[in-house]
C-alpha cells in the first residue's frame, strides 16, 4: 500500500526561513516608529511671555547694559544671560559686533539694541536697569525702554526715555509687578543696584 503524502506539508526549512523574515520586517516598521522626524529648516518657536527692549542710537559707539531681576533675586545681564526665567537675547556692545565679514565683504549692522526675553511667569516684583559700561561719544546717551507682553497676543505694556550722562552710571529705568495671571502693574520707581560695580549710580 502506497503512503500517502498530505497535502499540507510544509518544509521546516521554508518554515523556519518565512518567521526569520517575517521578524526581520517586523524590526523594520519598530525602528520606523523611533526615527525622528525631519526638523523643519527656520521653524523657530521661542516662547515668552514679555520682551523688554532698551534701544540708544544707531552707529553710536558706546555700550549700554540691560540688567533685569526677577521676584527671585535673579539677574540677567551680559555677564549672566540665563537667569530664571529671564534670557538676554543680545549683548549689544555698541559698534564693536556691529560689523560682520561674510567673504570679502564687510557688513555693518548699526542698530544697537539690547533685548531681554521673560519665557515664563514669576508672580512678583521685577527691576529694570540700564548701565553706561562704554561711554566713546563722552555726551549724554538717550537711551528708550519698552516693555511688551506676548501673550494672547502683541501689547505694549510700558514705555520710558532716559538719558545717561557718563561713564559707569547706573539707573533703574523701570520697576513693575505680575500677579498670578501675568497681568502687568507698575511700580513707583526707586533706585536698586544691580551691577557688581557700586560706582556713580542715579
Given at each position: 500500500m ?13 518554515d523556519?526561513?518565512f ?6 520586517v ?11 522626524p525631519i ?8 516662547k515668552?511671555?514679555?520682551i523688554?527692549t532698551?534701544?540708544?542710537?544707531d552707529n553710536l559707539?558706546?555700550d549700554i ?13 551680559y555677564?549672566n ?6 534670557h538676554?537675547d543680545?549683548d ?5 559686533n556691529?560689523?560682520?565679514k561674510i567673504?570679502?565683504q564687510e557688513?555693518v549692522?548699526?542698530?544697537n539694541?539690547e533685548?531681554v526675553?521673560?519665557?515664563?511667569l514669576?508672580p ?8 553706561l559700561y562704554?561711554?566713546?561719544?563722552k555726551?549724554?546717551?538717550?537711551v528708550k525702554l519698552?516693555?511688551?507682553k506676548?501673550?494672547?497676543?502683541l501689547?505694549?505694556?510700558y514705555?520710558?526715555s532716559?538719558?545717561?550722562p557718563s561713564?559707569?552710571t547706573?539707573?533703574t529705568?523701570a520697576?513693575f509687578?505680575?500677579?498670578q ?7 513707583p520707581?526707586?533706585?536698586s543696584?544691580?551691577t557688581?560695580?557700586r560706582?556713580e549710580?542715579y
Open positions: 502506497r503512503n500517502r503524502i498530505s497535502r499540507n506539508h510544509v518544509d521546516p526549512f521554508t523556519l526561513i518567521n526569520i523574515l517575517l521578524g526581520f517586523l524590526l523594520f516598521f519598530i525602528s520606523i516608529l523611533f526615527i525622528n526638523t523643519k529648516l527656520g521653524n523657530v518657536n521661542l515668552a511671555e514679555y523688554i532698551i534701544d540708544w542710537p559707539p558706546d547694559d540691560l540688567w533685569v531681576r526677577d521676584p527671585n533675586g535673579e539677574i540677567v545681564s555677564l544671560k540665563d537667569a530664571g526665567w529671564l538676554l543680545r549689544d556692545r555698541g559698534i564693536i556691529d560689523r560682520v567673504g570679502d557688513l549692522y548699526p542698530l539694541r533685548v526675553t521673560l519665557r515664563g514669576i512678583g516684583e521685577y527691576t529694570v536697569n540700564v548701565f562704554e561711554h566713546e561719544s555726551r549724554p546717551v538717550d519698552t516693555i511688551e506676548v501673550n494672547p497676543s501689547k505694549l505694556v514705555f520710558n532716559i538719558s545717561l561713564k559707569d547706573e539707573i529705568i520697576r509687578n505680575l500677579n495671571k501675568g497681568n502687568y502693574s507698575i511700580l520707581n526707586r533706585l543696584i544691580l557688581p560695580y560706582l549710580s
